[in-house]
């Protein structure tokens, strides 16, 4: 594992990599931590040392949204889960944690602990127990072929070794209720005996859990009713749903039931259905004896209790109970009460013009996230909006409830939320099927820009075609896009420029910027622009010879824009337009003297050449104009400054050290002929040709008088590539030389020549000290690819030290 992370050069860890299973945490230190943590699951998935820190991995994982690679460790391909969401998987957790729970275990034969040991920390337990551990999972996720077919039951006993079910009956059984794992509890009740205090308790939490399943099975299994075990009084006390009230009133004579406390009981604890339940069977069933006299005292009593009124009043309706208007009114004006709205407003159809809109707005929405298609087709017949409802799309539910209000027939408009759907698939799915019931999708500037801001170039170049572009808009955009380097989002925008104006004006932008791919987008449009002057100097200054073309060939310049062109064309080194205008007639006038000094103060002869053919001209008398000549080789200027204009021996001085400094060996010649330097000034120029390689440099110089006074024993610098001729000739410039610094040079020489032979003879014979060879010697090797040399000295290297 230590290996593994020393190749994430992402990856920095402080401790050893013996303690990474106790700060797994500090993975979120690396860029590419999800990929560190699933391999990292991939080496360590069923080992002794995952199980001992297993609960750190899944709390990371977790913490982290990377459930998924548990998920994808062990399943099939059709169940991968999409790894760009992210998502948790909600109420298919039981399942998840069967993959990272259950297929180590399989896999490497490992033996359960207790099975309580740890029931809150690690959810093995709860996995086995649960109603998805049955065989259509072992198939699906592939366990071992030998446990199909094997009971749930005995799976669980021959796994734990032990029976769970002996050692916490009553807690197990609430677990596998809870779980609806009925073949797990049924087994167990079979199978084993447990006290009738037990059964007890089992059966009223059933009761408290409304499973009448469970109910039915566990009383069949231990032979017993329900009046056996339960008083009415006592039982009614837990009960809370509808269905088990009428499933308890089978074991009990419906005569013995007090529905007088049932329905205190339920006014008290504010269980709505209970009350119903009583109500319904107390008054309006076929044993009732009461009147409505009797009916009104009860309802008084819900008057004073206005909470619980609001739960009941839907439902008394629905069972024709006679409520007082008021109360109705009061009823119809809650906001948060709209379950079963149709029984309660379809028995007052006028009150809905009484509503204001608001609130008639607020009926439609809730009725249409309820879906309950008959409550809207009765809104929509019996009213109609005073304006269309306006939904804000942010969620994909949202979405499907303005689809669902489109078509149940209310008009309605919508508004995409800029921060929404700018997932490519996302934003896709939203216009289609917006466009599946028949409106036409629309975008705003909000939603281009967040496209732009977000970077989402799919979103961008799919909702454009959807926006109703103004020209002046779009012309506005591109050029904003083209100053923030977005001009792939600016080139997709063209295709909605059409008038001539908004053309020209981008491609003088795309000249003025040098922006050659949006000039090419219209490029089929250039015999029709008109171009002005700015336009002409811009496309000489940027190289768009088309352009420059089009309009020498359309417009009449003058020769002040011509020449200017020619100015900026030549400074700028487009040579092809400076070819073009120059046939064109262009001259130099104006700028005459500063092409010239522009031309000197380049390497290009050739450049010099044309320049002066062109009107340059060159102002001899300027000290730069010499200096620059001689940097340059400018030979001509070089000799005829000399010869008409006798400069002074300070800049033939300077000229003669620019020379020598930039390989101008022939002018170089040709000042020393002009000037008698003293021995420190060729000493001084003799070390800048040694500095610069210059070998013919470094002879004229020799034949000069020129020597190095002293040498430094490092003096060959193993970087610059000199041959050996070059250092032969270093030594005969030297006037004293240190026998030490022969060696060393001598040395040098040996191994660009690749005399092997001679490099043994210097290190055996100590010739060289130790630390030119370990320095020096191996870089000049190096440099100069010598192999053979690199390997003696690998092998001396060793002696050496």
Request: aromatic share 14%; charged share 30%; proline share 2%.
């Amino acid at each position: 594992m230590a290996k593994y992370f020393s190749r994430n050069k992402n990856f920095k860890y402080e401790y050893e990599y013996s303690e990474l299973y106790w700060n797994i945490r500090l993975l979120n230190r690396a860029k590419n931590y999800k990929k560190i943590f699933e391999n990292l699951l991939q080496i360590l998935y069923g080992t002794k040392e995952y199980y001992e820190h297993g609960y750190s991995f899944y709390s990371f994982a977790k913490s982290n949204n990377l459930e998924y690679i548990y998920y994808n460790l062990y399943t099939k391909s059709k169940l991968e889960k999409n790894t760009r969401t992210c998502i948790s998987f909600g109420k298919f957790m039981d399942r998840e944690i069967i993959e990272y729970s259950l297929k180590p275990f399989y896999n490497t034969g490992r033996e359960f602990a207790g099975p309580f040991d740890s029931f809150c920390s690690f959810p093995v337990i709860q996995v086995l127990l649960a109603s998805y551990f049955e065989v259509d999972v072992i198939k699906e996720f592939r366990f071992d072929k030998d446990l199909v077919g094997e009971e749930p039951g005995k799976r669980i006993i021959r796994l734990y070794k032990t029976n769970p079910f002996e050692t916490y009956p009553i807690g197990i059984s609430k677990y596998l209720i809870k779980k609806k794992s009925y073949s797990l509890l049924f087994y167990f009740m079979k199978n084993i005996q447990i006290p009738t205090a037990y059964v007890t308790d089992i059966l009223e939490y059933a009761i408290c859990s409304g499973d009448v399943f469970a109910l039915d099975n566990i009383l069949q299994i231990y032979d017993l009713k329900l009046n056996q075990c339960f008083g009415i009084i006592q039982i009614l006390e837990f009960v809370e749903t509808r269905t088990m009230f009428y499933r308890i009133a089978n074991d009990f004579d419906i005569n013995d039931i007090d529905y007088d406390f049932i329905l205190d009981s339920s006014i008290i604890n504010y269980n709505a259905e209970m009350f119903i339940c009583a109500f319904e069977c107390k008054f309006l069933g076929s044993n009732n004896r009461e009147t409505d006299l009797e009916i009104q005292p009860l309802l008084e009593r819900l008057f004073e209790n206005e909470r619980f009124l609001n739960q009941v009043v839907v439902d008394l309706v629905n069972l024709k109970v006679e409520i007082p208007k008021q109360i109705l009114d009061k009823a119809l004006h809650k906001k948060n009460h709209f379950k079963n709205r149709y029984g309660l407003l379809s028995r007052f159809p006028e009150d809905l013009n009484l509503m204001r809109n608001e609130r008639y707005t607020r009926e439609v929405l809730n009725a249409a996230e309820q879906r309950n298609t008959i409550l809207l087709k009765f809104l929509n017949q019996h009213r109609t909006l005073e304006y269309n409802l306006c939904i804000d799309i942010c969620e994909e539910s949202q979405l499907d409830l303005y689809i669902y209000l489109i078509r149940a027939g209310f008009k309605v408009d919508y508004e995409l939320d800029s921060r929404c759907c700018f997932k490519s698939r996302r934003i896709k799915e939203t216009y289609e099927k917006l466009m599946e019931v028949g409106v036409e999708p629309k975008t705003d500037y909000k939603q281009i820009n967040r496209a732009i801001k977000t970077n989402s170039y799919t979103v961008f170049k799919f909702i454009i075609n959807y926006h109703e572009w103004k020209e002046s808009e779009v012309t506005e955009k591109i050029i904003y896009l083209y100053k923030y380097d977005k001009h792939h989002y600016g080139i997709l925008l063209t295709k909605f420029v059409k008038s001539k104006e908004s053309i020209t004006k981008l491609v003088s932008f795309g000249i003025r910027k040098k922006h050659k791919d949006l000039y090419d987008c219209f490029s089929e449009f250039k015999e029709q622009m008109e171009f002005t002057e700015e336009d002409f100097l811009n496309a000489c200054k940027n190289g768009f010879l088309d352009v420059v073309k089009q309009i020498i060939k359309k417009t009449k310049l003058s020769d002040e824009v011509l020449e200017e062109g020619l100015f900026i064309a030549f400074k700028k080194y487009r040579v092809e337009i400076f070819h073009l205008l120059v046939q064109h007639g262009a001259k130099f006038h104006y700028f005459s003297f500063d092409i010239g000094e522009i031309a000197v103060g380049r390497s290009s002869h050739k450049g010099l050449i044309n320049a002066l053919k062109s009107g340059a001209k060159i102002d001899y008398t300027k000290e730069s104009i010499f200096h620059n000549a001689c940097k340059y080789g400018h030979f001509q200027t070089v000799k005829q400054i000399i010869t008409k204009h006798r400069p002074s021996n300070l800049w033939i001085y300077k000229g003669i050290f620019f020379a020598v400094r930039h390989d101008q060996n022939k002018t170089m010649n040709h000042l020393l002929t002009q000037y008698s330097g003293t021995q420190l000034f060729y000493n001084d120029l003799l070390k800048i040709a040694f500095d610069r390689d210059n070998l013919i440099g470094m002879k004229k110089l020799y034949q000069k008088g020129a020597y190095f006074s002293s040498l430094d024993c490092n003096i060959y610098t193993p970087r610059v590539k000199r041959d050996s001729s070059s250092i032969k000739f270093t030594i005969k410039c030297a006037k004293k030389l240190n026998k030490k610094v022969v060696n060393n040079l001598e040395f040098q020489i040996f191994i660009i020549n690749g005399d092997i032979e001679a490099v043994k003879k210097m290190i055996e014979s100590r010739a060289v000290e130790a630390e030119f060879i370990l320095k020096n010697g191996i870089e000049t090797a190096c440099f100069h690819k010598k192999l053979e040399m690199l390997k003696l000295f690998q092998i001396e290297n060793m002696f050496i030290l």
